[in-house]
């Protein structure tokens, strides 16, 4: 956990003001409670380090970051639920296993949908 | 990063090149290869890396300066070690995540299913795969007129006695496919039908000839028609139009018929009919035709080979 300028100072590429517009953008959003500094989680730090990659490195504009985001944060939750998916089917039986690997060789192989 | 990389090759530019072209490689090459934009690539991240210190050095003109006079080398030179997002992102053991509408996190492995199927199930009713119809594809064969005028067609398609409605817009192309909405297989527990493909099969016509806008149709004239000239009728998309031939004209000759072509799609115009004379002789030999050429032939000789080489 981490305060606001310790954040500054581990990631060394963002400073106080520009941390805070992105807070209010909601890009990230540390845990606040009222009257105190916002606390960053190691997610949020990550996160914070991403954003900087992506604005001055990758040169994504102010107004295209909120898209990036949201589609990088599509892309983990659906990534997040297939583990989900995964580790249910990895509990089934060997053929239920195989049997839904053999479905998705299928339409793998048709190109198109299980239907 | 060790300490003999060449940090001009790792980056993939020349020792010469300017501050901006590094910062354009580098951008180029951290879109493509920041592992957080690729979750899914675990051994990317020692490449993103490599580049990455590369780049710390390269793009500061004083530190590029001492190291191309080798006065530091490529070691030690890394960012303070980064930990990726994704480590943190996918790691269903965190206790809070970045989630947009659509699938936040409360609602689970239900409404992730729901939304993969298709709409959403109530809660009390289980998991219903609600799902849309498959989509279908066909070929069509299209008469030429039907394709060069549009036409609404009901047609039968698949073995399984399926009718599809379609309009067929005036000027399609030959193999030009047609998409009809709603018109593929049914859906699944409500959802919505797919959607059927028609690829167009222009079938030839006896003889008009389909060249891009225009068409091309050779006309057979009668010799007085060709020798003497005269107003005929000539077939033409829209039906028989009257159109004058000059007197005096030969097998070739080629006539335009502004705007009796097909319809543009984009441009809304219409292209031109091209007509080719075909001079043709009387289907039986004819006498008195016979003895009046032979006459005319004594003091009219003219040799129509003339141009032609190695006679």
Same mark, same amino acid.
């Given at each position: 956990?981490?305060?606001?300028? #310790?954040?500054?100072?581990?990631?060394?590429?963002?400073?106080?003001?520009?941390?805070?517009?992105?807070?209010?953008?909601?890009?990230?959003?540390? #845990?606040?409670?009222?009257?105190?500094?916002?606390?960053?989680?190691? +997610? %949020?730090?990550?996160?914070?380090?991403?954003?900087? %990659?992506?604005?001055?490195?990758?040169?994504?504009?102010?107004?295209?970051?909120?898209?990036? +985001?949201?589609?990088?944060?599509?892309?983990?939750?659906?990534?997040?639920?297939?583990?989900?998916?995964?580790?249910?089917?990895?509990?089934?039986? %060997? #053929?239920?296993?195989?049997?839904?690997?053999?479905?998705? #060789?299928?339409?793998?192989?048709?190109?198109?949908? +299980?239907? | 990063?060790?300490?003999?990389?060449?940090?001009?090759?790792?980056?993939? !530019?020349?020792?010469?090149?300017?501050?901006?072209?590094?910062?354009?490689?580098?951008?180029?090459?951290?879109?493509?290869?920041?592992?957080?934009?690729?979750?899914?690539?675990?051994?990317?991240?020692?490449?993103?890396?490599?580049?990455?210190?590369?780049?710390?050095?390269?793009?500061?003109?004083?530190?590029?300066?001492?190291?191309?006079?080798?006065?530091?080398?490529?070691?030690?030179?890394?960012?303070?070690?980064?930990?990726?997002?994704?480590?943190?992102?996918?790691?269903?053991?965190?206790?809070?995540?970045?989630?947009?509408?659509?699938?936040?996190?409360?609602?689970?492995?239900?409404?992730?299913?729901?939304?993969?199927?298709?709409?959403?199930?109530?809660?009390?009713?289980?998991?219903?795969?609600?799902?849309?119809?498959?989509?279908?594809?066909?070929? *069509?064969p299209v008469d030429f007129?039907?394709a060069?005028?549009?036409?609404?067609?009901?047609?039968?398609?698949?073995?399984?006695?399926?009718?599809?409605?379609?309009?067929?817009?005036?000027?399609?192309?030959?193999?030009?496919?047609?998409?009809?909405?709603?018109?593929?297989?049914?859906?699944?527990?409500?959802?919505?039908?797919?959607?059927?493909?028609?690829?167009?099969h222009i079938q030839p016509h006896?003889?008009?000839?389909?060249?891009?806008?225009?068409?091309?149709?050779?006309?057979? !004239?009668? *010799?007085?028609?060709? /020798?003497?000239?005269?107003?005929?009728?000539?077939?033409?998309?829209?039906?028989?139009?009257?159109?004058?031939?000059?007197?005096?004209?030969?097998?070739?000759?080629?006539?335009?018929?502004?705007?009796?072509?097909?319809?543009?799609?984009?441009?809304?115009?219409?292209?031109?009919?091209? /007509?080719?004379?075909? /001079? !043709?002789?009387?289907?039986?030999?004819?006498?008195?035709?016979?003895?009046? !050429?032979?006459?005319?032939?004594?003091?009219?000789?003219?040799?129509?080979?003339?141009?032609?080489?190695?006679?």
């Open positions: 956990m981490k305060t606001l300028s #310790e954040v500054v100072v581990v990631v060394g590429r963002v400073d106080r003001v520009e941390l805070t517009r992105w807070i209010e953008f909601g890009w990230v959003h540390p #845990e606040t409670r009222p009257g105190t500094e916002p606390v960053f989680s190691d +997610l %949020d730090l990550a996160r914070v380090c991403l954003i900087c %990659d992506l604005r001055h490195d990758l040169a994504v504009e102010e107004e295209t970051m909120p898209l990036v +985001l949201s589609l990088l944060d599509q892309l983990y939750e659906l990534r997040r639920q297939m583990k989900a998916l995964t580790g249910a089917l990895r509990q089934q039986p %060997d #053929e239920v296993q195989r049997a839904i690997m053999d479905l998705i #060789e299928t339409s793998r192989r048709r190109g198109g949908s +299980l239907g | 990063m060790s300490n003999g990389d060449d940090l001009y090759q790792v980056l993939g !530019v020349s020792r010469t090149a300017s501050q901006d072209e590094i910062k354009k490689r580098y951008r180029a090459l951290a879109k493509e290869l920041h592992p957080d934009l690729n979750p899914g690539k675990p051994d990317i991240e020692e490449r993103f890396k490599r580049i990455t210190a590369a780049y710390d050095i390269l793009s500061d003109p004083e530190r590029r300066g001492r190291y191309d006079r080798g006065e530091i080398d490529a070691s030690g030179q890394e960012r303070p070690d980064q930990r990726f997002y994704r480590e943190y992102a996918e790691d269903p053991s965190a206790t809070r995540f970045y989630t947009r509408e659509g699938f936040s996190d409360d609602e689970g492995l239900h409404a992730f299913f729901s939304d993969l199927f298709g709409g959403r199930a109530g809660r009390g009713e289980g998991m219903r795969m609600r799902a849309r119809g498959a989509d279908v594809s066909y070929t *069509l007129l039907e060069a005028k549009g036409a609404k067609k009901r047609v039968t398609v698949g073995g399984d006695q399926q009718t599809i409605d379609l309009t067929i817009p005036a000027g399609v192309r030959d193999r030009q496919t047609l998409r009809l909405k709603g018109q593929g297989m049914p859906g699944f527990e409500g959802g919505p039908p797919g959607d059927a493909y028609v690829e167009v006896a003889f008009f000839e389909r060249k891009d806008n225009d068409i091309h149709l050779e006309l057979p !004239v009668s *010799l007085a028609e060709a /020798v003497l000239g005269g107003r005929i009728q000539v077939p033409t998309i829209d039906g028989p139009v009257s159109m004058t031939v000059p007197k005096g004209s030969n097998t070739g000759a080629t006539l335009r018929l502004r705007g009796k072509g097909i319809l543009d799609a984009k441009s809304r115009q219409r292209g031109d009919q091209y /007509v080719r004379l075909k /001079v !043709v002789l009387p289907k039986s030999p004819d006498p008195e035709l016979e003895k009046l !050429v032979e006459q005319w032939a004594k003091s009219h000789a003219y040799d129509p080979r003339a141009d032609m080489e190695g006679r």
